[in-house]
C-alpha cells in the first residue's frame, strides 16, 4: 500500500456536529470545558457550534455564549456553521473569525436541512460568502450527501464536482465532501475523488464520513491512497444530522488518530488528551460513546449516564 500522505491536517466537529444530534442538553460550561480540552490535546481546528435557527436546532442556540467563554488559543480555529446572512450577523457580533457555509448534492435533502434547493442556496450564500471575506474571515464549504441521499438515494459524481466548484468559486478556502448518512464505500469513494482531482487541488479537499454502517475507516484510508490529507472527524464518535434520517456519529477522532500514528502519519494530537477531552462530554450523554478506540481503553470505567440532564 502506498500513502502519498505524511501529515493529516483534522477538523473536529464533535462540539457541531457531535452534539447537535444529542437528546440531552449539554450545559454551556461543559462545552466550554469540552472545547478547551480538545484544543489541549494539539487538535488545530475545532468547529464550536452553528449560528443556525435555534428553533431548527435547540443544541445549538448557546454558540454565542459557547464562543464567547472559550479560552481561544492563538493556534486554534474554531470555526462555526453559518446558513444564512442572520447567521452571519449573529457570527460577526460574536467575533468569530472563521465560518463553514453548508449545502448538499441533492435537492430534496437540502430542502429539508435548510429549507433550499442547492441553486436557491448559492444565491443565499453568494453575499454570505463575500461578506464574511471582506471582514477577513476564513470560509469553508460543505457538501452533504456526497456519496448518497436519505430521500433520492444515489448521488452522481458529477454533481459533487458541481457543488465543490461552486463553493470554491464563491472563495471557500477548503471544500468538506460529506458522506452525511454513512453509506459511501472504499471504492466509491476513489471514484468520486478521483473526479474532483481531475478539476481541484488535493489541498482543497476534505472528506466528512460518517460511520453510520462501519465503513468510515476503510473509507479514509481509500482517500488517503488518493492523497487526501484533510478529515472532519468527531471525537468519540458523537454526532448525526439531525435532518438525515438514520445518521448517526461521525468517524471518531480517536479511531482516526490510533490509526494515523501507528502509520507514522503525523497529527499533532495527544491521543490520551483526546481521550480526556471525550471523557469531560461523556457523562452527560443518555448513551456511551460509539468510538472504539475510546470504548477499548474506558470500558468500564467511564460514569456513563450519570450526569444525564433534562431529555427533550
Ligand atoms: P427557515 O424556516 O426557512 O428560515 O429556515 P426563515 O428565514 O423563514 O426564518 C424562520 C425563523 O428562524 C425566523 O424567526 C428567523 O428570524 C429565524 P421567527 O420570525 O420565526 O421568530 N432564523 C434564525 N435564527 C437564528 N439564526 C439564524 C436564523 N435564520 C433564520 N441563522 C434556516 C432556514 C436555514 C434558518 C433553517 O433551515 C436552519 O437553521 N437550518 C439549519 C439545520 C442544521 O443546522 N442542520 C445541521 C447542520 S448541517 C449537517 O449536519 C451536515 C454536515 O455535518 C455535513 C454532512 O454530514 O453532510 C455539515
Ligand atoms: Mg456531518
Known sequence: MRIPVDTVRITEVGPRDGLQNEKVVIPTEAKVAYITALADSGLR?????AFVSPKWVPQMADTAEVYREIPKDPGVDYPVLVPNMKGLDRAIEAGVKSISIFT???????????????DESFANYAPVAARARH????????????????????????????????????????????DTIGVGTPMQVQGVIGMLLQVIPASKL??????????????????????????DASSGGLGGCP???GASGNLA?????????????????????????SSIVAPYLDHPLPGRYLQACTK???????KTTAVQ
Not at 438515494?153 to 466548484?165: I, Q, S, T
Not at 468500564?300 to 450519570?306: A, I, N, S
Open 45 to 49: 481546528v475545532i468547529e464550536a457550534g
Open 104 to 118: 448538499a448534492a441533492s435537492d430534496t435533502f437540502n430542502k429539508r436541512n435548510i429549507n433550499m434547493t442547492i
Open 135 to 178: 471582514e477577513d474571515m476564513r470560509v469553508r464549504g460543505y457538501i452533504s450527501t456526497a456519496f448518497g441521499c436519505p430521500y433520492e438515494g444515489d448521488v452522481a459524481p458529477e454533481r459533487v464536482l458541481e457543488v465543490a466548484a461552486r463553493l470554491l468559486d464563491l472563495g471557500c478556502y477548503e471544500v468538506s465532501v460529506g
Open 206 to 231: 476534505a472528506m466528512h464520513f460518517h460511520d453510520t454502517r462501519g465503513t468510515a475507516l476503510a473509507n479514509t484510508l481509500a482517500a488517503l491512497e488518493m492523497g487526501i490529507a484533510g478529515f
Open 243 to 245: 435532518y438525515a434520517p
Open 253 to 277: 477522532t480517536e479511531d482516526l488518530i490510533y490509526m494515523l500514528d501507528r502509520m507514522g502519519i503525523e497529527t499533532g494530537v495527544s491521543l490520551d488528551r483526546l481521550v480526556a477531552a
Open 300 to 306: 468500564g470505567t467511564l460514569p456513563v449516564g450519570t
